[in-house]
């Protein structure tokens, strides 16, 4: 049988963790016959919580699950991990700025990164989920110098999931009928949700997503507006963030970014940015992406880009370099 994977997740006693670990204990993102040691790292005023996690973990007996790990220490965390998974961040307080809030998370993921630099596997996978998470990733990418940049991303495909859902509820289809929607830029509100490529398999007959909608204000603007408002609308009704669902795009954004994407599929991954689609170089920028069986992504290239999309994407990279700048600010003190 296989050797277990080292898979390391940060903010381990919190919601988000708390559906997450179960599937990934459970062989929903590595694979069923694939054994994985599970190193849980949080602060330490949460290891009393973190001792019942992982308690909690034991007492589902899984098959696949060896090594249970709690730790305050990141190297210990990160010792040898193949894929970490950073859940964890100081979250928003009332009355607190964008700017301090950027500033205490920023710092957390230099700590990150000079850990991962240090003890993890130079093919270590990274994706980051706290926020400011496109921000948080390019910091800890800048301090893991030894690990390739192209092994940190953040987390925009709960963003996509949310598009897919929404879009297949309006055409009548279930939500695996919709293929291909995008999301460009930062996990934020100036996110860019574009269907202007998507498909959508009805009756047995595929088509374009904007044949099937036949409703350009909707595409335009409803279904952008809901998509980029839908984490707080989900805190308004749950007087908690969502953890179910990002849990959930968590596995499939590592799942896909393991096993490859199938073909004529492509998934939405903010990674570092290489210039494709004149976006600056070096923000984890949101692109389509398509996944090789050897962990390789790439950006899909060729796209058409109207101006009303140009418009959305450009506002969306230019917050992302204004969070970059406040960010290295930051670090330096
Ligand atoms: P959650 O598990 O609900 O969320 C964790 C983070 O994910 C938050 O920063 C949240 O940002 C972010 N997030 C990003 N995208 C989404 C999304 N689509 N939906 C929901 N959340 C999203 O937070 P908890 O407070 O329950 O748990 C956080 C844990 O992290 C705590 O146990 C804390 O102790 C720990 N922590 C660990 C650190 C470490 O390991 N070094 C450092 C700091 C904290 P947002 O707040 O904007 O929703």
Known sequence: SKEPIRVCVTGAAGQIAYSLLYSVAKGDVFGKDQPVNLLMLDIAPMMGVLE?????????????????????????????????????????REGMERKDLL???????????????????????????????????????????????????A?????????????????????????????????????????QHATVEKNNQKMSVIEAVKDDNWVKNDFVKTVQTRGAAVIKARKLSSAMSAAKAIVDHVRDWWFGTPEGTWVSMAVMSDGSYETPEGLIYSFPVTIDSSHKYTIVQGLTINDFAKEKMDITAKELQEEKAMAMEACQD
């Open 52 to 92: 019942g996690v992982k308690m909690e973990l034991q007492d589902c007996a899984l098959p696949l699950l060896r090594e249970v790990v709690a730790t305050d220490d990141p190297e210990v965390g990160f010792k040898d991990c193949d894929v970490a998974m950073l859940v964890g961040a100081m979250p928003r």
């Open 155 to 195: 987390l925009t495909r709960l963003d996509q999931n949310r598009a897919q859902a929404m879009v297949a509820e309006k055409v009548g289809v279930p939500a695996d009928a919709v293929k291909n929607c995008i999301i460009w830029g930062n996990h934020s509100s100036t996110q860019f949700p574009d269907v």
């Open 103 to 153: 500033a205490a998370n920023v710092k957390i993921f230099k700590v990150q990164g000079q850990a991962l630099d240090k003890v993890a596997k130079k093919t270590v996978k990274v994706v980051v989920v706290g926020n400011p998470a496109n921000t948080n990733a390019c910091i800890c990418a800048k301090y893991a110098q030894s690990i390739p940049r192209e092994n940190f991303s």
